[in-house]
């Protein structure tokens, strides 16, 4: 939540500014396969049903996070950093770099650089940050297959900019844009593999090539997302990034839903799903607390439907993320 918090600091001040992205952890390895803390929570589910043993969700918990830095997979904090890349508030780059690397080094100096350069030229957020970067921002998290939680974050930059960009906007444009990035949790690779191959701008230039970005869009570099990836080589060797052409999916990695349990609108993250209708007996539960409860007492049971309610904006209060 600090990295749309940081862009909504730059958009409101209007000052001359470059956002730059602390990092990713590394991917911890468990009996041979790369894991994140991700792994730990539905650990922690499979522990209570009895099908995994306390002394393995107890070596799964140590071996994690073998390193400082953000989740490893494509959650909130990798998805708001390919956003900022997108949207043009951060360098080429430097969003892709895990946290421990001394390759940061080089993005904190360029992005002291870029800095002086935007006040020469008075380039500032508000000329960076549009309706046409903004729906950039929204198809690179479609197409990663990004956290849900974008779609709150995006409306609420753009309000700091002074532009209306709703919860439809970003639903829209999942239907159009393809999913092509096979990231954690909805595929295989972490962070550290999409920098491996290149970083973001790969991700960004599929895009580009693809027809799927506004290229004309100024970022903080003083040149535009074209120009910036204009030089940019699409690797053929790795499957983590795939072509437009040939995506994981036709369709984003969310959906946006209306009806009788939401009038205004819901969204609901299907990258990676095999199934798209799904009937059971729904469990209510009022809050968070009670929902966990139920699930280490093992009352959860295969085919259940789990709801949770006052948790949102007004019930809880704050809308927290249900991670329990």
């Known amino acids: 939540k ?7 600091v730059m958009l409101r001040l209007n000052v001359p500014s470059v956002f730059i992205y602390g990092g990713s952890i590394l991917p911890g390895n468990y009996k041979g396969k ?7 929570f539905e650990g922690v589910g499979k522990q209570s049903t009895g099908e995994i043993s306390k002394e393995d969700l107890f070596e799964l918990e140590r071996v994690a996070c073998p390193s400082g830095g953000s989740c490893g997979g494509q959650f909130t904090a990798n998805t708001m950093a390919c956003v900022s890349e997108a949207i043009g508030l951060a360098l080429p780059g430097s969003a892709g ?3 421990i690397y001394e390759a940061r080094d080089k993005f904190a100096v360029s992005s002291g650089e870029a800095v002086m350069n ?3 030229k008075n380039i500032r957020p508000r000329d960076i940050v549009t309706k046409k970067s903004l729906e950039n921002a929204a198809v ?3 197409a990663s297959g990004g956290s849900t939680n974008a779609a709150l974050h995006l409306p609420a930059i753009a309000n700091e900019a002074g532009i209306k960009f709703t919860l439809e906007d970003v639903t829209n444009i999942s239907k159009k844009t393809p999913y092509i990035a096979d990231l954690k949790p909805s595929g295989k690779y972490v962070a550290k593999d999409l920098y491996e191959i290149g970083g973001v701008p790969i991700l960004i ?3 580009l090539e693809g027809g799927f970005l506004h290229e004309d869009c100024m970022t903080v570099s003083g040149k535009t997302i074209g120009e910036n990836h204009k030089n940019v080589v699409f690797p053929s060797n790795q499957k983590v990034i795939y072509k437009t052409s040939k995506p994981l ?6 959906v946006g839903l209306k009806g009788n349990l939401a009038p205004d609108g819901a969204i609901v993250k299907v990258a990676g799903m095999k199934r798209r209708k799904f009937k059971g007996k729904a469990k209510c539960f009022d809050g968070e607390p009670l929902a966990l409860k139920a699930v280490l007492e093992r009352k959860i049971k295969p085919g259940d439907v789990i709801v949770i309610r006052y948790e949102g904006p007004k019930g809880s209060p704050g809308m927290p993320e249900m991670l329990s």
Do not use: C, N
């Not at 600090?2 to 909504?8: E, F, I, K, N, V």
């Not at 790369?34 to 730990?40: A, E, L």
């Open 118 to 120: 935007l006040l020469e």
């Open 140 to 142: 690179i998290v479609a």
């Open 205 to 207: 230039k599929a895009l």
């Open 249 to 254: 999916s036709p369709r984003g990695g969310f």
């Open 34 to 40: 790369d894991v994140t803390i991700v792994d730990v």
């Open 2 to 8: 600090s990295l749309p918090g940081l862009m909504m």
């Open 97 to 99: 770099t895990p946290a």
